[in-house]
């Protein structure tokens, strides 16, 4: 399929391996070139992440497409991301396609077979993204040079060619060993592969540039390409792709000090949309840690049960390791508990599975604390939310009746007993609905991003500190939306700072930025460009 035709420039970034920061970097990328005026879309062919969303049309996408789209000033759509894998145990996946679940594969037929028939998908993707974007930005997925798989690579290279894309590679030099892996990986490609990199990216920098320039040089004379940015190292609160970033926070949990809430989230084995908790942890009186043993519980201030993709092996889990037992006793002693997603299926008295939807487990007692059952179907329930909140009681009581709006991922359908009072009343698609249920002080809900909503997380802050006998330490902080923009502008400005933009430009096609003023804002007027874009 021809790209001569179709106007949209095009930048890809491939990395040397894994984490090395390829999303946050092509999320810089849409917001640097959205601020300047264009329209731009994010891509990739294929993602493997347990963080998901549901777009306005209800079909399902991985989280990091989602964030680019936002940094693009767009509204996520399922071609950004037209394939993603949500691994379901050790050896399988859940494929979702076009925002449609397809049901769970193992790797080994995936990558026999099934990837083959996906390519279709993302080419057409693709190709509709390139004719109704002036830039597209793609991102590729761990390294280029994994030579095992790269017969059947829908993501990297396969992406690139189709694409006629120029590619960064960016290699993380915090880890050690970035040169190294950076002539290997070219090293590994083909000619035509390789003469798609035109530039090269070191991320993560900590020290002083001068120490680093023999190595930057050493590079640009090895391999003939040239080092078009050392990227600083930072932390920017920009929702993160997998769980690499909470097994890290599990490691070395945070301590929450005198001024601080103590919220622990239990790191379950097959945790899903733990960005949930990216508003908590933005609040300066909240500490969030995740915690994988009972030993390392405690007694917090509030303990939530996470989404899971496997609800009935986390629910075995929370049985054997003991946390299961410990978190009834919390709330048999009142101390708060909430479930979002398959946290409020473990809280019910039963979870079944009899048609092996989800697990080999055909049904696990629940913990027992929430009156319901759930049970698991083939379809999959993806939608967006909005209503209202019903609850009167606990943390609730401060905003009842205030609007809340969030998205659903889940295949169980819970059953509460003959007449619980739900926590929620729902509409999506004009379907009004109830969701959630509520026991002394435990809550569930299937509704993610719950805490994106500013009243109601506002109201459990202020709660859980008057269950202290003590006033919030701090006022009220700004909306996620506002916090949101702040972070993407503060990330643009960074990468702006760290690469030769201009270079890139130029691979790219694009006129010359020179002159772009960028407003109060955060974008540069568009009356500002010119010259026409192509690549």
């Known amino acids: ?45 294929q993602n493997m992440a347990l963080n998901s969303f549901v777009t306005a049309a209800g079909g399902e996408m991985g989280r990091a497409q989602v964030v680019q789209a936002q940094a693009a000033g767009i509204e996520p759509d399922v071609r950004m991301n037209p394939i993603l894998l949500k691994p379901s145990g050790p050896t399988g996946s859940q494929v979702v396609i076009m925002g449609v679940s397809q049901g769970n594969v193992t790797a080994l037929r995936y990558h026999g077979e099934y990837q083959r028939l996906t390519w279709p998908y993302a080419q057409d993707a693709l190709h509709g993204l390139l004719r109704e974007y002036e830039i597209v930005v793609i991102e590729g997925a761990g390294s280029p040079a994994e030579v095992n798989l790269k017969s059947n690579d829908i993501v990297n290279m396969r992406v690139a060619l189709e694409a006629n894309a120029p590619v960064l590679l960016v ?3 915090d880890r050690g060993g970035a040169l190294a892996s950076v002539v290997g990986t070219l090293e590994l490609l083909e000619p035509e592969e390789r003469a798609l990199i035109k530039g090269i990216i070191f991320n993560k920098f900590r020290g002083e540039i001068a120490l680093l320039q023999p190595a930057l040089d050493f590079i640009e004379e090895r391999t003939g390409i040239p080092v078009l940015g050392v990227v600083p190292y930072f932390k920017i609160r920009i929702p993160d792709e997998d769980s690499v970033a909470i097994s890290e926070a599990a490691e070395k949990p945070r301590v929450a000090t005198t001024d601080q809430l ?24 909240v500490s969030v840690r995740y915690v994988t043993e009972l030993d390392s519980l405690g007694k917090p201030d509030l303990v939530i049960i996470p989404g899971s ?11 054997e390791s003991g946390l299961g037992a410990q978190i009834y006793k919390f709330w048999q002693e009142d101390l708060p508990i909430l479930g979002i997603c398959g946290g409020y299926q473990i809280m019910g008295r039963l979870v079944k599975d009899p048609l092996h939807t989800e697990s080999d487990l055909e049904e696990v007692p629940g913990l027992g604390i929430l009156p319901m ?16 909140i019903l609850a009167t009681q606990g943390f609730f009581q401060a905003c009842t009746g205030e609007p809340v709006v969030g998205y659903e991922i889940h295949m169980g359908r819970s059953m509460p007993d003959e007449g619980q009072a739900p926590l929620l009343e729902l509409t999506s698609n004009g379907v009004a609905y109830s969701d959630g249920l509520q026991a002394g002080n435990a809550y569930g809900t299937y509704l993610h991003g719950i805490f994106d909503n500013d009243s109601l997380r506002n109201s459990l802050l202020n709660w859980l500190w008057q269950r202290k006998d003590r006033t919030r330490p701090c006022a009220v902080t700004q909306s996620q939306a506002a916090l949101r923009e702040s972070a993407f502008n503060e990330l643009a400005d960074s ?16 006129p010359s930025g020179a002159g772009f003023q960028i407003s109060a804002d955060g974008k540069a007027p568009v009356e500002e460009r010119s010259g026409q874009v192509g690549g």
């Open 171 to 173: 290699a993380d030099i």
């Open 309 to 319: 993709k496997n609800t009935l092996a986390d629910l075995r889990f929370m049985h």
């Open 1 to 45: 399929m021809s790209t001569e035709n179709l106007p949209a420039a095009r930048l890809m970034i491939q990395g040397t391996s894994s984490s090395v920061g390829k999303s946050v970097l092509a999320a810089a990328f849409c917001r640097i070139f959205y601020q300047e005026g264009y329209k731009v879309s994010p891509f990739k062919a």
């Open 373 to 388: 059952v759930t049970e698991f179907y083939p379809q999959k329930h993806t939608v967006q939310s909005k209503g209202r």
């Open 495 to 510: 990468v702006r700072k760290s690469v030769d933009l201009e270079r890139i430009r130029a691979i790219m096609g694009l």
């Open 262 to 285: 103590d919220i622990a989230v239990i790191r379950l084995p097959y945790i899903a949309n733990f960005t949930d908790f990216d508003a908590l942890q933005d609040e300066p009186d």
